[in-house]
């Protein structure tokens, strides 16, 4: 039996991975050499999204803990949004996710403004300014392109192009951490590549920045380091990881400081208040939402198989599906003709506008009959489960 999905579509997309550009960044002023395309990233961002909202058990709607940080988030995005003096504003979908976790002292962005806070960091935060210093370092690093700048450095060094090209349309779980951990998540048990001191010390600065620019104070940022260091640096996530030490950062920060105030000044100073305790925000219980994928077409096509020697042609059935917006496929139940059945483990973000195909084998080598399929997508959304029933006609 074939098992697994064929990616016909990302093939495409992993051959325009290869047009390099070099350009100044224009918050930075910094030479940047980046391989994936702006369309690439925000494509990669959406998918390692939902793969690692698809892990996480407590999410949570709570307004007393989602509902700060959503506020805090819109504020940050806003503000992005609107541009920066001459600076075009970031082509981000924002999307905003909280976790309630005693123990992950964590948070991070993906490109696209994909955000996601670990109620763990709240302690370190403080309060509304904290929370926005935190966030504003963690957007940053996703608006001055840290993570494709780091896949295009490994790419040099031939380590992350097979597994990006894989990971693009892929189906290994290695793989899907290894992209989390480029662009600076730990995905599960993933690895987690981290962020270059430099990348570190420019997420940092114009994080800053950005918590002045809505409204909240920068000074709390200093405050924030001297927590998160009082709290020990044994977690392994984004925040304690390969962050300049505490003694720079806060000089740093000292040295960032007149011009930061210069733009907390000039902004609507917004509301502060001390965050929750972690650790009893209520869990959801998210109803199974349904819709969003959609038969694209049927046939039947030759697929290669193996390598070398051991490299033959297959004659299958392939089903392929398209999502309207981004979801985790975990499982497609196949139900056919002649009580055909089949079941394909996913295990995949998908991007919403992309899509994915199915591939079906018969008795004794042969395709798959002719005729109706039904088939059982399941999966998630945003961390909430989600099924959907989609008919093809195979012929
Ligand atoms: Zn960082």
Known sequence: MLR??????????????????????????????????????????????QEALAGEKKITDDVEYHGRVERVARRLAAVMDRGWDNIPPPRFEWEFHTVDEPG???????????????????????????????????????????????????????????????ALGGDDEK???????????????????????????EADEQGLYLAARAGYDPQAGIEVWKRMEAMGGGGTPEFLSTHPSHGTRIENMQKWMPRAQQHFRDAPKQQTAALPAPGHARIAAW??????????????????????????????????????????VEEAAVDGPGGYRQKVEGKTGVPGGDTRQIALEGKGGKPAPAGKYRVLLTGKIDGRPWEQEVVFDLR
Request: aromatic share 8%.
């Open 4 to 49: 697994r999905w064929i990616a016909v579509s990302s093939l495409a997309m992993a051959a325009c991975v290869f047009l390099a550009s070099c350009a100044t960044n224009p918050y930075t002023g910094r030479d940047q050499f980046t391989l994936l395309s702006e369309q690439d990233e925000l494509q990669l961002g959406a998918q390692a999204y």
């Open 104 to 166: 992950t002292v964590n948070a991070w962005c993906l490109p696209g403004g994909k955000i996601c806070v670990y109620t763990g960091i709240f302690p370190a935060c403080m309060d509304d300014n904290g929370l926005a210093v935190v966030m504003g370092h963690e957007i940053m690093h996703a608006v001055l392109h840290h993570g494709n700048e780091r896949i295009s450095q490994n790419m040099v060094a031939g380590i992350a192009g097979t597994v990006l090209a894989e």
């Open 175 to 201: 793989n899907k951490e290894m992209v989390a951990g480029l662009f600076g998540i730990a995905v599960g048990v993933g690895v987690l590549l981290p962020f270059s001191r430099e990348h570190e010390t």
């Open 287 to 328: 109803p199974t939402e349904h819709g969003h994928a959609a038969a694209s077409q049927a046939g039947y096509a030759e697929v290669e198989e193996g390598e070398g020697k051991e490299k033959r042609k297959r004659h299958v059935g392939v089903l392929e599906f398209r999502v309207d917006r981004s979801l985790y």
